[in-house]
């Protein structure tokens, strides 16, 4: 839901990689990333051929899963601006993958004819929103020391794909490479390389209508309230939930170790009750509360400068501990 950019990208290269390996093997050789072709024939349609569609079927897989989990980024973003990070870590990678190639024959002697095909470029550029701004929240622990989060999965996936193929770690780094450029504020890339409105207006009523899919009743709603103050209020929920989670978690397996029951007035009060007056604690904790936690009048300014309010700015870093990348993360997705 609300991601039909996400939707097409799993769908459209995943069904001609099948057809390809499957009934039309004999036009595989067009989709190769051929570099010797791209730089001694002058066949630049082979950057745009093999930089799109998967030759392995394993490739294939890993980048669908992966795509498939930061579709996350173009419900937050919206589709032009998913589509504009997409555009331009496309573009960027492709540059660099010729320098690397290059740089490995230079200094290695290792002559690279071809790479390994697909979309992959882009694919692993989205890893640095994703290490940046997704916040990272434990689900369990292995062995009392490895720590199981909600990302964890992702990264396993990223180390399956880099893994698949001999140069493929190639398109890797540029791939990261050219997410960082284009998430640096410095170098101002996602000003250059971004997709016109009118594009994106045009795929909005073109192909939107076939990818879209509608949204589903069987969950609830999160950040869908009549005003911002509600929208707020209710990612803030989200966030609540979370952190409460993986407090509770944590608890759970301090009382397997040390014996006891949890001490539940440890967690903080939720966060949906906090614009509601006549809020009050009927069963006060006969042990105390513990102080809040102190927040930094500077992470409060900034998130002000944004156009938050001082006490959602403080409410939210004191749930995300201090925390700045999740405090923002929650209060401006979608």
């Known amino acids: 839901d ?15 990689s099948i057809l390809l390996t499957l009934l039309f093997q004999h036009y ?18 082979r950057l745009v051929c093999g930089r799109t569609i998967c030759l392995d079927l394993k490739d294939t897989f890993c980048s669908s899963l992966l795509i498939y989990n930061f579709r996350i980024f173009e419900r937050r973003y919206g589709s032009r601006k998913f589509s504009s990070f997409l555009l331009g870590a496309w ?20 002559t690279i004819h071809s790479l390994p095909s ?6 692993f550029a989205l890893f640095v929103p994703f290490y940046s701004s997704i916040p990272r929240v434990q689900v369990t622990q292995v062995l009392g020391h490895f720590s199981i989060t909600n990302k964890s999965l992702v990264y396993i996936l990223g180390l399956q794909l880099l893994t698949s193929g001999s140069y493929i770690w190639i398109l890797a780094l540029s791939g990261l490479i050219s997410g960082i450029c284009y ?23 073109t192909l939107e209508p076939v990818f879209s899919s509608a949204e589903p009743t069987n969950e609830v709603r999160v950040g869908m309230g009549a005003t911002v103050d509600i929208q707020r209020q209710q990612r803030m929920e989200l966030l609540d939930r979370q952190i409460m989670m993986s407090q509770v978690a944590q608890m759970r397996r301090q009382r397997q170790q040390q014996g006891g ?18 809020y009050q604690d009927q069963r006060p904790s006969e042990q105390g509360t513990p102080p809040p936690t102190e ?7 900034r998130l002000m400068e944004m156009g938050f309010s001082r006490g959602d700015a403080l409410e939210a870093l004191r749930a995300s501990n201090n925390d700045l990348n999740v405090a923002t993360n929650f209060l401006l997705q979608h």
């Open 28 to 45: 595989q050789k067009f989709f190769a990333y051929n570099l010797q072709a791209v730089k001694e024939d002058f066949q630049i349609w």
């Open 261 to 278: 029951m949890i001490n539940w007035n440890r967690l903080f009060p939720p966060l949906r009750h906090r614009h509601n007056a006549n």
């Open 295 to 301: 927040v930094s009048e500077e992470q409060v300014a």
């Open 91 to 110: 573009m960027l990678s492709a540059l660099f993958d010729l320098l690397l190639v290059e740089i490995t024959q230079y200094i290695f002697g290792i």
């Open 2 to 16: 609300k991601a039909p950019l996400s939707k097409s990208l799993l769908l459209v290269p995943s069904a001609i």
């Open 183 to 205: 998430n640096s504020s410095i170098l101002k890339v996602h000003r250059i390389l971004c997709v016109p409105r009118w594009v994106a207006k045009i795929f909005s009523w």
């Open 118 to 123: 697909g979309f992959l470029g882009p694919v």
